[in-house]
């Protein structure tokens, strides 16, 4: 960006619209859980997570479906849906509080200027009526953009970044455009804004092979050049593997292990986590040792309401895990929220 | 089927265990909604005033010459005709061809729509342009002129005639729907399975596609009585048809024209009675329908 | 047992706007597949994989090509006399979810072949139960759990499961799994993917797997033949560990270096390549149909056609004019 303007966390003031803080945020979540109001009751999606993003790294959110992830994802821009609803916990955003206790225009402004968020499926969230150019200006409109023809400007900077034509992008509709270069019109619209905290939800899924490793590259480059705190929320390890600094792995609605990336990967310590590394062919390597893990993931309904979480399919579970949940204990960057692996100090690479 | 034999003890014990679950899935259905419970009763209700209706009456209705367009009581709690006949009496006994006619016209319009629409979708290619050639012609001619003429050859005297004729000018828009389902549907992988591992053309109409339209055909079909119903009354209102004293339509029409219904007061309980009885099963058609989808779901059915 | 040669396939597209638009889904594919053995089709979507796994199927025409199954030439017969040919081949979709009629019990679902079946075989009728309880053993579910029950009530894994049992009532010869695991949960996709390992070991089945994921082609079937697929052709084709280890043609490289690298377990290939992106691939016909996009393109690529066979020297078919060995698959970190 040409225009930085850095004033301090303040409302934004008029006609300087642009003044939203030019560094990227940290953010703490703490102790955040979201129930689902169903038939039996209001069941917890996400329960009691705490997890931190520093300011300027890329965290990959790794879990199945049913883990929460999603949820979690959603809690950021304090948008969980009814029949959801955030039952405790806050989410602490560097420059704009707590979003948990935004409200209405507060909360639509701080979307969007502050947190960019890549949905789900962003290959088929654009208006098949409107051209992208047209939404865009639909976008700085409804955020009080004084400087349209700068947005366009912008727009065309960025999508020019990613390797696309951006005036040719800007006057297409959806359907001409493949499922990577709507992706990464997603990604324009996320940060066009100025946001620099981005969030994408599975940014890669329903993408090829080689289209996915060029977005995992454009958002590695953009977080880079733009200095951005990213959530890049996933099921596939590959992806975090690839683009994140931090992993975190939920199951259960919990987070049960996170730490460095390549830590993670190299000395998994929860059995969740290993076991998820072990059931993935790999292309190198001796691929008879590629384990299924038993069981399946658990529902809204079926998380265990006490207890460890993942106890029914671990290979280490003990009598204190029927019972009592495991808290996170932390070991240097590393937290793992397993009773086995307390017990057993750090559990070291005795698994095969 | 083999299932048939008796020796084949768990499939054909499996299939009634199936239907009681049914059953008892609709009954939970029509529990989640007290409308829907309102709903089913009224048309019930309907229905044993079309069955029984009749016979809880003379078959010649008493007249009361000196009460001709009596207001509301408790004798007469609409009222009474020109001829001085009760007016519910009137009512109860007109239910009969109304809703027999309803009847008829939807059963026709579902079988011919959904035979229509499913050999037209299944087969493709030629005898799906063919049908729906056919169907889009049967779509253009405009069904009311049509009746109005056929009623000066034909006095529609049976609620069978009058069924037959509006069945047979209300299937199209049956036939189009069912077709573009069974084109969407025969593409689902379950469908293609069924074909790949060789089950019968019969099969897969009978026990996979239809299963699948259900809901959209039960409802098209409750939609067709309500559909039928204006029709018929509409036209015995306009006059075109001949004169029944018990017969709604006639009734609405005679309330108008001949009592006045519109600008005096008197015979407004005549008009009105009617009136109600049409809204009243519209109401309990439209309340029921909204159930249609959680019954043969059995997704939603079950939860 | 089923051989194919030069077999095309055009969609001509309907539609006011796109109306007679052709895109050519297969532009001439030999393939055979032995009795027993495993073979996967690799590529990304749109390239024809899956429109080829579906005519193995009998479930697309071609139109042109010949097709052998058995040693009958599918040519020579009329439509409905090629049923039983295509019956012994089956197909597992890759979403399980529209797989399985919602309608209908599992009970249901096997019922139905597995009584064309004992008519066909004159087994009684009370050998359909036995067996419908013996599939879903087979495949690792628990009969007297998933019989009553409907698709809705059972998880995206175990409703995968049924549909390789219902597969399995016609005793087939082969299977063809089209991205049978894409849909699945992480932690349940080797399952899956080990029951297809298991049948094709204990009960001979073929099995094609149609994947754009060449790990989990590796594990179906490390010993298998590998196509690697493109726009409509094949571009390079050998044994998987070959392919895998020492791809030649630039498009396979693309594809493996493509792949994400477990950093901390996996140290990337040196010699990744990185395809041009393509904005408009299809209007180019001419020559190789990768040049446009392929790092290593010269003038000779983009005017004359490459056929696939074997040349340099190199174990595998390929159809490329410049050939080369390149690094691209990550290797792994820990020797100790």
Known sequence: MAVSVETSAETPVEPMPESAPKTAPGVRVGGLSVVYKTPAGELPAIAGIDLELRPGTITGVVGESGSGKSTLALSLLNAVQPPGRIAAGSVEIDGLGDVVGLRGEELRKARGRHIGYVFQAAQNS?????????????????????????????????????????????????????????????I????????????????????????????????????????????????????????????????????????????????????????????????????????????????????????????????????????????????????????????????????? | MSDMNPAVALPGGARATLRRNFWR????????????????????????????????????????????????????????????????????????????????????????????????????????????????????????????????????????????VLGLLGWGGVARAVRSQTLSLRERGFIEAARGLGLSTTHIIGRELLPSMAPFIAMNMLIAVTGAVYAQVGLFFLGVLPFEANNWGVMLNLAVFGGGALTTTAALPYLMAPLLAILLLTLGIVLVVDAMDEIFNPRLREE | MIRGTGIVKTFKQRGSVLAGREVKALRGVDFSIEKGGAVSFIGESGCGKTTLGRIIAGLETYDSGEIVIDGTAMSALKPRARQPYFRRIQLIHQDPYSALNPTRTIHQTLHAPLALRAKQTRRPGSWIDTRAAELLSLVGLDPGYVLPRYPHQLSGGMRQRVVIARALTVDPEMLVADEATSMIDVSLRLGILSLLKDLRERLGVSVLFITHDVATARYIGGDGDMYVIYRGQIVERGKVETIISSPVHPYTQSLLSAIPVLHGLERPGEQRVVPTEALDESKSDDGCLFARRCPFSTDRCTSEIPLLARSGGFAQEHSCFYPERRNVVATPLEAA
């Not at chain 2, 005033?49 to 009460?67: E, K």
Request: proline share 6%; charged share 20%; hydrophobic share 45%.
């Open chain 1, 126 to 186: 654009l208006n098949p009526l409107k051209t992208v150019g047209k939404q865009l200006l639909d976008l700085g409109r409804s955020h009080g953009v004084s400087d349209l023809r700068a947005l366009v400007r912008e727009a065309k900077e960025l999508l020019g970044r990613m390797g696309l034509d951006g005036a040719r992008v800007l006057d297409s509709h959806q359907h001409e455009l493949s499922g990577g270069m709507r992706q990464r019109v997603g």
């Open chain 1, 188 to 352: 324009m619209l996320a940060l066009v804004l100025n946001a620099h905290l981005v969030v994408l939800d599975e940014p890669t899924t329903a993408l090829d092979m080689i289209t996915q490793a060029t977005i995992l590259r454009i958002i590695r480059e953009v977080h880079e050049e733009r200095g951005l705190t990213t959530m890049v929320i996933t099921h596939d390890l590959g992806v975090v593997a690839e683009v994140a600094d931090r992993l975190a792995v939920m199951y259960g609605g919990r987070v049960v292990e996170q730490g460095p990336t390549h830590e993670v990967l190299a000395t998994p310590r929860h059995p969740y986590t290993r076991g998820l590394l072990g059931a993935i062919p790999r292309l190198v390597g001796d691929i008879d040792e590629a384990r299924a893990l038993p069981g399946r993931p658990p529902t809204l309904g079926t998380v265990p309401r006490e207890g460890c979480v993942f106890r029914e399919r671990c290979a280490l579970r003990m009598d204190v895990c029927e019972t009592v949940e495991p808290p996170t204990v932390a070991d240097g960057p590393r937290l793992v929220a397993c009773h086995a692996v307390e017990a057993g100090g750090a559990v070291r690479e005795e698994s095969a």
């Open chain 2, 25 to 164: 899935g609709v009954w939970r259905v029509l529990k989640r909604k007290p409308s829907r419970m309102a709903g089913a009763i009224i048309v019930l209700g309907f229905a044993f005033m079309g069955v029984f209706g009749p016979l809880l009456y003379p078959d010649q209705l008493p007249r009361d010459d000196n009460a001709l367009y009596a207001p509301p009581s408790w004798a007469h709690p609409f009222g009474t005709d020109f001829e001085g006949t009760d007016v519910l009496a009137l009512v109860v006994t007109g239910a009969q061809y109304v809703l027999l006619t309803g009847l008829v016209t939807a059963v026709i319009t579902i079988v011919l729509g959904t035979g229509v629409g499913l050999f037209a979708g299944f087969r493709r290619g030629r005898w799906d342009s063919v049908l729906m050639r056919i169907t889009d012609m049967k779509l253009t001619i405009p069904g009311l002129p049509l009746l109005l003429v056929l009623s000066t050859i034909w006095k529609f005297s049976s609620a069978w005639e009058m069924g037959l």
